[in-house]
């Protein structure tokens, strides 16, 4: 089941902590709830966004430093079932 993790404040979004670091996470990683996948930046404040679910981060459906809107889709992330 995919499931999609959105944006829960406006601001830009960055995969990376910092421009000389490398990205919380890639396409097709195993995440785990929790797990950073980004952030964003309002105003100098930045606010992590994080696995909702385990599983496989399928796709980001916005890039580093794109700017976001409250509710906007960020990343889907296929989940493990609990069979």
């Known amino acids: 089941?995919?499931?999609?993790?959105?944006s829960p404040i406006?601001?830009?979004?960055?995969r990376k902590p910092s421009p000389q670091e490398e990205v919380f996470v890639?396409?097709?990683?195993?995440?785990?709830?929790?797990?950073?996948?980004g952030i964003i930046e309002v105003m100098k404040?930045?606010?992590e966004i994080k696995a909702e679910y385990?599983?496989?981060?399928?796709?980001?459906?916005?890039?580093?430093?794109?700017?976001?809107d409250v509710g906007q889709e960020i990343a889907i992330i296929r989940v493990e079932s609990a069979d």
């Open 45 to 47: 404040n930045f606010y």
């Open 54 to 68: 385990d599983g496989v981060l399928v796709e980001f459906k916005v890039h580093s430093e794109d700017v976001v």
């Open 1 to 6: 089941m995919l499931q999609s993790i959105f």
């Open 26 to 37: 890639v396409e097709n990683q195993q995440v785990k709830v929790g797990d950073t996948l």
């Open 10 to 14: 406006p601001g830009v979004f960055y």
